[in-house]
């Protein structure tokens, strides 16, 4: 079996919608321009060597529809020998995107493919392709649909974390993206978009508070609190003895932000034939679900899959990327796996940072493997839960 090596990760600064996004006047591919652009230029490759392109994305309509992949690498200039493909797994489509790409090496029918994800939810937003699994009365029920701001209550009723505790992790997470790009761990990665006159549109990730507390953060209502009585009636079918209650406000949920990713994966021959550096391998991949109500636990089925596959205990990572699609998520992630904080989302996460859908799996790869680089480490997994209780996670180890 051929080696999946990492050659290069690189991504664009997240922008918030929080006002107006700094992307608003941008289309999808306008993002990944820049990155398809990057990864040539830095890893001095002519894209007919790439063979495919697969892009993460979760609401493939408009700007985001007609397989944004292959358009994508068109629009940047690339050879028209490159084919692409969009990949859906909801919020897990970027890492899983990633993960197919490996496979594709791993197998030995290709050689060098550029993998990542975008999701502009200023142009295109969550729920915009209105699918049945959350349009359509009749499907909603049959499948248990729950809006996954009430999965993660659910999470936190059963696990009687207090609001306290999801605040708390809020802010840790947001105090630790403001040291990590005050102190310029990202610069590796970070490719900016320009305007017409080749200026920035933004530096670094803008949607990180600077100067927030416990106490601002206490101050923000429950988010979910309009829908605990529909959710209640679902969650009585499957947890008859749980009251759900609503904990969860915009302070502990992931922020909603622009954002494309690009990994450069090839075989070890490949990387020898066009004189690519390898900084990683793709060791093994899995993906899993869990039921749909709870939701927000695929990414702990998927990781115990990982973890039996490879013999590796927890214990043997030493970082973990795991996505903060809600405090709660997290949370719970890690009192399952008993991950000490100093190796969880060291940097900070999407409640800080945000979660551009398609985009995060390769925002958390790269993030991933420049503070394994950074801190001189080995072994690293990125997790992400995703609708309807699907999740994916992956093992990568510096070379």
């Known amino acids: 079996m051929q ?158 974390y207090s609001r306290e505790r999801l605040d708390a992790y809020a802010l840790q997470s947001h105090r630790r993206a403001n040291h990590a790009a005050s102190h310029d761990y990202f610069k590796h990665s970070l490719v900016p978009v320009c305007d017409a006159n080749n200026a920035p549109l933004l530096d670094s990730d803008n949607a990180v508070r600077a100067g927030l507390t416990l106490e601002k953060l206490a101050a923000l209502p429950a988010s979910f609190t309009d829908y605990v009585q529909h959710g209640q009636a679902l969650v ?63 990414h702990l089925r998927a990781t115990e899959k990982l973890l039996a596959a490879t013999g590796l205990q927890a214990s043997d990572i030493d970082l973990w990327e795991v996505n903060e699609s809600f405090a709660a998520s997290v949370l719970y992630f890690q009192d399952y796996f008993n991950i000490a904080s100093e190796q969880l989302n060291v940097n900070g996460g999407a409640i800080a940072f945000g979660h551009p859908l398609g985009a995060t799996g390769g925002n958390l790869m790269g993030m991933l493997l420049d503070e394994l680089e950074r801190r001189n480490l080995k072994r690293g997994i990125v997790a992400i839960c995703g609708g309807a209780g699907v999740g994916v996670t992956t093992l990568i180890e510096r070379l």
């Open 3 to 160: 080696s999946a090596m990492i050659v290069d990760a690189v991504r664009i600064p997240r922008a918030t919608l929080r006002g107006t996004s700094a992307y608003a006047a941008l289309r999808p591919v306008e993002l990944l321009w820049p990155l398809f652009t990057a990864i040539a230029e830095r890893n001095h490759l002519d894209s007919s060597h790439v063979e495919d392109v697969l892009l993460g994305c979760a609401t493939q309509s408009g700007g985001q529809g007609a397989n944004v992949a292959k358009i994508a690498a068109l629009y940047a200039g690339w050879s028209e020998q490159v084919s692409g493909v969009t990949v859906n797994r909801f919020c897990c489509s970027g890492l899983d995107a990633i993960n197919l790409a490996a496979s594709k090496i791993m197998s030995g029918m290709e050689s060098v493919l550029v993998a990542g994800g975008v999701e502009q939810l200023s142009a295109v937003p969550m729920f915009a392709d209105q699918g049945d699994w959350f349009s359509n009365p009749k499907v909603m029920k049959a499948t248990k649909f729950m809006h996954m701001g009430l999965s993660a209550d659910l999470i936190t009723t059963q696990q009687a």
């Open 236 to 298: 009585s079918q499957r947890y008859p003895d749980t009251r759900l209650q609503a904990h969860h406000s915009a302070g502990s949920s992931p922020a909603l932000v622009d954002g494309a990713s690009l990994l450069l994966l090839a075989s070890e021959s490949a990387c020898k034939k066009l004189s690519l550096t390898p900084r990683a391998r793709i060791c093994h991949y899995a993906n899993a679900s869990d039921e749909p109500v709870k939701m927000l636990t695929g």
